[in-house]
């Protein structure tokens, strides 16, 4: 489910058009100006009030070390202010971090702002995992996608046997926003038998299959070699009513600049992009911000 549109972040970018606002820009500049103001704009998403608590028993009674870390009276748990949040994932700075979210915000290639920021390509993409895993745990179905085998992001224990196939999304419209709900009772081997058995029509955009409406859905989504199981099967039915639908036209523009995609990557793309397209009359830079900020669920 998407956050509810806030009225103070109407005004601003559009991230279509790619433009800023010179104020924001300026604002921008001013955070970026030093590590310190930097730090303290990141610091004030991950501290309500920058009141600091333990984050294994929300104690707050708290030692400081010499190496500037944190140790809690009650447990004994040391941490530092970053620690466990989706931030951690690479070590940038907080200026590089703002600068990242900044060229994300605007819809850059990995190249590119390996290229603006100075570091390795490897590097922006561990990054950019970090900022999908911190999206998709906003999302109401996040419990359930880490029940489904996604990894929830840095700290927290791996799934134990990687995905073959991505779990089956449903694309719905509600009050203008549009959702794209895990599916968890239907497998992709029941989607083909839709398909084989009762007709229903599918459509292919690389290993990504969507299909004609089902029950209250406008599509069913998946993505996975089980929906390939022989040459005879195919997923070629041209002009279906989600072909005409705002977001898979503009998810369809996004799935195309990705070369290949992991199955168990699908539902964090698809996240993404329901979050920019729900969120696109409204400034993404301190929601982003915001949401890497926030703590990785221990799945
Ligand atoms: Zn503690």
Not at 30 to 37: A, Y
Not at 75 to 95: E, M, Q, V, W
Not at 254 to 279: D, Q, S, T, V
């Amino acid at each position: 489910m998407p956050i509810p549109l806030d009225a103070q972040n109407r005004k601003g970018v559009a991230p279509f058009a790619g433009a800023c606002e010179t104020s924001e820009l300026l604002n921008f500049s001013e955070l970026v100006s030093s590590e310190q103001k930097a730090r303290r704009f990141l610091l004030g998403f991950c501290w309500k009030n920058h009141q600091r608590h333990c984050l294994h028993c929300k104690a707050r009674k708290l030692y400081k070390l010499a190496d500037g870390r944190r140790r809690c009276a009650a447990c004994g748990y040391t941490f530092h202010d970053f620690s466990r949040r989706f931030l951690n994932a690479c070590n940038f700075s907080c200026r590089q971090w703002l600068w990242f979210l900044k060229l994300f915000e605007l819809g850059a290639t990995p190249r590119d702002m390996a290229g603006q920021l100075g570091v390795h390509y490897e590097t922006v993409l561990k990054a950019q995992d970090a900022v999908r895993r911190a999206l998709l745990a906003q999302s109401l179905d996040a419990p359930a996608l880490f029940r489904a085998g996604i990894w929830p992001g840095p700290g927290s224990t791996p799934p134990a046997q990687p995905l073959q196939d991505a779990p089956v999304f449903g694309l719905i419209e509600l009050n203008g926003f549009m959702l794209c709900d895990l599916l968890p009772d239907l497998t992709p081997a029941a989607l083909l038998h839709f398909k084989t058995n009762f007709h229903l029509a599918t459509a292919s955009l690389g290993q990504v299959v969507y299909t004609a409406p089902y029950r209250q859905y406008l599509s069913l989504l998946c993505c996975g070699p089980s929906l390939w199981p022989a040459q005879y099967v195919r997923h070629e039915t041209k002009g279906l009513p989600v072909d005409a639908n705002r977001f898979w036209i503009f998810a369809k523009r996004r799935f195309a600049r990705l070369r290949g995609m992991a199955p168990a990557h699908f539902p964090l793309h698809l996240k993404e992009l329901e979050f920019l397209f729900n969120h696109r009359q409204v400034r993404l830079f301190p929601l982003l911000a915001e949401a890497v900020c926030g703590v990785v669920p221990q799945g």
